[in-house]
């Protein structure tokens, strides 16, 4: 095994992440792309085939030097059966992308899903190394997380464990993409943020932000808050407040060692997000909760997934429970 490689790729709603990724845990090659409008699982897998044979060309190594391929991915999986079961940004429903994968590629495949994967990418390489309770909250256009606890990802009894971000934290709030109100996904994320300046501003609140025909990003907020713009504080205080409440409740349920915040928006915005997302968790944790648990940023942001696929597929050839590969 030392002398193999094991290829990685985590897909998200609109790009691809490929990397190779030695048994040490070393990356030694990685690659972004956009998958828009090739969006097929069999164009998805063609065009990883061609990115891994670039990258394996990149650094002198052959395609029979590949030991596995870790796969993490975005939507509703089933872990057991390897399937992806509903990812609505590219439009899959049911698709057998472990199996579809171990056919195409000649490879043991594993199949994590993208929360869990980073979990296990900052358990491995990132900022929760070694620690065996944690979770990995991951703040961006929606809201997940990853548990890891005694060692091991929590999958749950129907490979959906870990989905905070439909936790309801304000019943009868705004509306969630799924369908209740008032989850934390509906109050702290991206979305929500963009979705509040919006409103805002419609009500005439004076602000560096202005409507127009694209919607405000998430980022935007971000941006007009460094700069000053009071209303965007605003938000993100009110973003950073929920957030420490879906945390207080994770804090009192888990007692984790430590809470690693991921994505782009928990990452990129961190230092905005962080003191009232911290007194929210103090204001809300009863005194027998650990109510010094460390929030701490993601130490690999983007990679994170990468990692943890790889080391999924590592443990997962390690200890022979893979899928029968199917030449
Ligand atoms: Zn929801």
């Known amino acids: 095994m030392t002398k193999r490689l094991i290829a990685c790729c985590d897909l998200g709603g609109t790009k691809m992440l490929a990397g190779l990724v030695s048994s040490q845990g070393e990356l030694l090659a ?20 061609a990115v891994l044979r670039r990258m394996l060309a990149s650094i002198g190594r052959k395609y029979d030097d590949l030991a596995a391929l870790g796969f993490s991915s975005t939507g509703v999986l089933n872990i057991e059966t390897g399937i992806v079961a509903m990812n609505h940004n590219i439009g899959w429903v049911n698709v057998p992308l472990r199996d579809m994968a171990a056919q195409r590629f000649g490879l043991p495949v594993i199949l994590e899903m993208d929360a869990n994967a980073a979990a296990l990418g900052e358990y491995w390489k990132g900022a929760a190394r070694g620690i065996s309770a944690f979770a990995l909250v991951i703040v961006g256009t929606g809201i997940g997380s990853g548990l890891m606890l005694d060692k091991r990802i929590w999958h749950g009894a129907h490979s959906v464990a870990g989905e905070i971000g439909h936790t309801v934290i304000l019943p009868g709030g705004p509306l969630c993409g799924c369908g209740k109100h008032g989850c934390l996904e509906a109050l702290a994320s991206g979305l929500a943020i963009s979705r509040r300046a919006e409103a805002a501003l419609k009500l005439g609140r004076t602000s560096v932000l202005q409507v127009s025909d694209q919607a405000i990003s998430g980022q935007q907020v971000v941006e007009a808050a460094r700069a000053g713009d009071e209303l965007a504080r605003s938000i993100l205080e009110e973003s950073g407040f929920y957030l420490g409440v879906g945390l207080a409740n994770l804090i ?4 984790p060692q430590v809470i690693v915040i991921g994505g782009g928006l928990g990452v990129g915005a961190f230092d905005l997000l962080e003191a009232p997302m911290k007194r929210a968790v103090q204001q809300h944790l009863n005194y027998w909760a650990a109510r010094s648990t460390p ?21 997962a050839v390690s200890q022979s429970i893979l899928s029968e590969v199917t030449k």
């Open 30 to 49: 990685v690659e972004k792309y956009l998958i828009n409008g090739r969006g097929s699982p069999q164009a998805v897998l063609d065009d990883l085939d």
């Open 252 to 255: 009192t349920l888990l007692d």
């Open 295 to 315: 929030i701490i940023p993601s130490a690999l942001g983007e990679y994170a997934g990468l990692y943890g696929a790889a080391r999924a597929a590592l443990d």
